[in-house]
């Protein structure tokens, strides 16, 4: 359908965001502490535009990688660099994303439900307070155990690569804020608190549009019914549109990723025909799902749509 709808050509134009991101998220880890030692109001603005904006451009980029879907591309050298960049496992995310591709909205996709259903009722919201105020930075954790304690998956995965990724990030991170140091007058204690600030936003930011998306959602049916009620969210009003902008229009026509992973149509909105009935979620109904969430009420289990 890609090749009919989208021609090669037009996918192979979206490369040049790849290099875009991998150049512009270092420099703006330099930057930060520049515009904080000027004035620290326009750098907390600074975090959420460009940083977090270009977080989520990363997170989802790296996404895309996994996915292939721009031809010509070293799709999997860039999967890597993009984990390292984001301070994630990239052997960890592709073993989980292959589950919530196959397991979404339902108890067994690590990505979201990584011990599965958690039945002691106190665990359980503590659990979901964690994810909708610390995002990533709890449940990326959380999804490396889930992988480890996978019967299949965690035979795919290797210490030697994990403890190698860890020292990439870790060597990214100590060279990206030695030149921040080098080249501004703050300290290495407001470094951190700049950088810690930076990642808690972007990867809160990338798990809220992933909770829109399938947040306390439980399909109880096949692959098809469960693809089918992943949520959109629906363009309408201001919030919808900051948040879009923001998270580079995923949830816009997420369900089309679920029921066409083949083909790339994040870039292209309204090219592709969606299922029909396709599930939509107002941004003023979302804080209903955090609530649902936190206070406990079970999730929307569906006999499938
Ligand atoms: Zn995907
Ligand atoms: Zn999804």
Not at 6 to 24: D, G, P, S
Not at 29 to 48: S, T
Not at 62 to 75: A, F, Q, R
Not at 168 to 183: D, E, P, Y
Request: proline share 6%.
């Amino acid at each position: 359908m890609s090749k009919v709808l989208i021609e090669e050509n037009t996918l192979r134009r979206q490369a040049w965001k790849y290099w875009f991101v991998m150049v512009t998220w270092p420099v703006f880890l330099v930057l930060l502490p520049l515009v904080y030692e000027k004035n620290q109001l326009a750098a907390m603005i600074f975090i959420v535009f460009p940083g977090t904006w270009l977080f989520t451009w990363l997170a989802l980029l790296m996404h895309e990688s996994w996915h292939k879907y721009v031809p010509g591309l070293p799709n999997r050298g860039i999967f890597h660099v993009f984990g390292w960049m984001l301070l994630i496992d990239p052997q960890i995310y592709h073993l989980a994303h292959i589950s919530h591709h196959k397991d979404v909205n339902s108890y067994r996709d690590i990505e979201f439900y990584p011990f599965g259903q958690i039945h002691n009722r106190n665990i359980r919201r503590l659990y979901h307070l964690l994810q909708i105020f610390l995002g990533g930075i709890f449940t990326q954790p959380m999804m490396s155990l889930g992988v480890l304690r996978h019967p299949q998956f965690s035979r795919e995965c290797s210490s030697l690569k994990g403890l190698a990724s860890m020292s990439i990030q870790v060597i990214f991170i100590v060279s990206t804020g030695s030149v921040a140091l080098a080249i501004s007058s703050i300290n290495l204690a407001e470094l951190v608190m700049l950088y810690v600030l930076v990642y808690w936003s972007g990867a809160l930011l990338i798990h809220h549009n992933q909770l829109m998306q399938h947040g306390n959602l439980i399909v109880k049916g096949g692959y098809e019914q469960r693809n089918r009620a992943t949520r959109n969210l629906n363009p309408n009003g201001l919030m919808a549109h900051i948040f879009l902008f923001l998270t580079h229009n995923d949830a816009l026509e997420h369900v089309l990723h679920h029921t066409s992973p083949g083909f790339y149509n994040r870039p292209f909105p309204g090219k592709f025909p969606l299922p029909d009935e396709p599930v939509y979620i107002n941004a003023a109904d979302y804080p209903r799902v955090l609530y649902q969430m936190l206070v406990d009420v079970e999730p929307e289990v569906q006999a499938g749509v």
